[in-house]
């Protein structure tokens, strides 16, 4: 397949180089809002379906 010059990056091009930036950031704000949202899904679940949230604690027994 054949790609026009026009259709590739040229990171040269300070257009370029803010259009890519900006999407950089757009991005990674994203995967920022997608965490807390799953991290807020995460501790519903724990509150209402009483489920404990990471490992098991370590309980001594009594019996020693």
Same mark, same amino acid.
Not at 35 to 54: F, K, S, W
Not at 58 to 64: E, G, Q
């Given at each position: /397949? *054949?790609? =026009? &010059?026009? @259709?590739?990056? @040229?990171?040269?091009?300070?257009?370029?180089? +803010?259009? /890519?930036?900006?999407? %950089? %950031? /757009?991005?990674?704000?994203? =995967?920022? *809002?997608v965490? $807390? &949202?799953? &991290? $807020?899904?995460? @501790? $519903?679940?724990? #509150?209402?379906?009483? =489920?404990?949230? %990471?490992?098991?604690s /370590?309980? +001594?027994?009594?019996? #020693?």
């Open positions: /397949m *054949h790609t =026009r &010059r026009s @259709d590739q990056f @040229d990171e040269r091009n300070p257009s370029h180089k +803010m259009l /890519m930036n900006v999407l %950089g %950031g /757009m991005s990674e704000s994203e =995967r920022q *809002h965490q $807390a &949202r799953v &991290r $807020a899904a995460i @501790d $519903a679940q724990v #509150l209402n379906e009483g =489920r404990h949230q %990471g490992s098991p /370590m309980r +001594m027994s009594s019996t #020693l």
